[in-house]
T-cell receptor, first 110, second 117 residues
Framework: DAKTTQPTSMDCAEGRAANLPCNHS???????VYWYRQIHSQGPQYIIH???NNETNEMASLIITEDRKSSTLILPHATLRDTAVYYC???????????FGQGTRLTINP | NAGVTQTPKFQVLKTGQSMTLQCAQD?????MSWYRQDPGMGLRLIHY???????DQGEVPNGYNVSRSTTEDFPLRLLSAAPSQTSVYFC????????????????FGEGSWLTVV
């Protein structure tokens, strides 16, 4: 079963920051939070992952709350090409799989 | 650097036929896996391998076989195709098993669209 809860869909204006929330209230101490996205009909694309600290890379920032029960993916300057389904994933400890739930369908509007 | 390459991209099978979906990666990755994605659904793990000669089952392994004779290749075999296996199949790889520092970035192929009639 998916261990995360995400909104089904979100909209964001082009050029603005897109903030995608994710709840993972049952996360345990050593479990990472991963974010992937899937642009229509393509293979999923890795975005970022984190454990406790906030993380930033060339694509996005990941903000994890202090209690680790939720996180937010931030796309700082969204473009039309960021329209995709975004998956927040918590991997079960020791499991060699990522469980992709329904994700959030993010639409960037001109 | 081609990344993860899947073939064929599209295939139509008749019920009962067998076929092999090919997956190759040129990144010297130890970990490889196969997922399927049904319309409007998330991906589900079929089989995975943490290295040459080692394979294991995922969530939905029934009706599929895999082998890992080389580091580069991880073919997925459908033994006797059924309409329920109509799906998009994604192969993925990472440098090391998930959860290790270099295993957290997984690279996916572009998908193979399979229709069983």
């Amino acid at each position: 079963d998916a261990k995360t809860t995400q909104p089904t869909s979100m909209d964001c204006a082009e050029g603005r920051a897109a903030n995608l929330p994710c709840n993972h209230s049952t996360i345990s101490g050593n479990e990472y939070v991963y974010w992937y996205r899937q642009i229509h009909s393509q293979g999923p694309q890795y975005i970022i992952h984190g454990l406790k600290n906030n993380e930033t890379n060339e694509m996005a920032s990941l903000i994890i709350t202090e209690d680790r029960k939720s996180s937010t993916l931030i796309l700082p300057h969204a473009t039309l090409r960021d329209t995709a389904v975004y998956y927040c994933i918590v991997r079960e400890r020791g499991a060699q799989k990522l469980v992709f739930g329904q994700g959030t369908r993010l639409t960037i509007n001109p | 650097n081609a990344g993860v390459t899947q073939t064929p991209k599209f295939q139509v099978l008749k019920t009962g036929q067998s076929m092999t979906l090919q997956c190759a990666q040129d990144m010297n990755h130890e970990y490889m896996s196969w997922y399927r994605q049904d319309p409007g659904m998330g991906l589900r793990l079929i089989h995975y391998s943490v290295g040459a000669g080692i394979t294991d089952q995922g969530e939905v392994p029934n009706g599929y076989n895999v082998s890992r004779s080389t580091t580069e290749d991880f073919p997925l075999r459908l033994l006797s195709a059924a309409p329920s296996q109509t799906s998009v199949y994604f192969c993925a790889s990472s440098y090391s098993p998930i959860g290790t520092p270099s295993g957290n970035t997984i690279y996916f192929g572009e998908g193979s669209w399979l229709t069983v009639v």
